[in-house]
């Protein structure tokens, strides 16, 4: 099959315009800490956030008690902008995995394009801020 060099760049500018450019997710891990799996309550913790506006400056944080006995999870969202937003449930759970599975202390992070800056804190002892479970 024989392709002209007009052909070869209508294909190469359609593999162009079709390929959405990404979000980055920057995060940072904690240093110190209580170690362990708490990716079980990000899609909870998302699914609720993700029905709530928050005014600029605003944060939810909630607590889970586990995955094992002495153990919670506190997972958190901000907004960092002055006007009032919801949370993409989406972003959220991609936000929260990438921190969990690059950091086992747990860390925060937000999108490039985003205005929520999402965290996941696993800590030793039984929740005393609100209780997801």
Known sequence: MVFTTRALLSLASLAIVVTPALAQFNFKCFATGAAFDCSGFIPDFCSLIGTTSFNGGDTAVRCFNGPAAGQQCQLSTLNNVSTV????????EIGLTEITDACPMGGFGQFTTGTFEFAIDPNTGACTIPSGN
């Open 85 to 92: 937003g919801t949370p993409s449930v989406t972003n959220c």
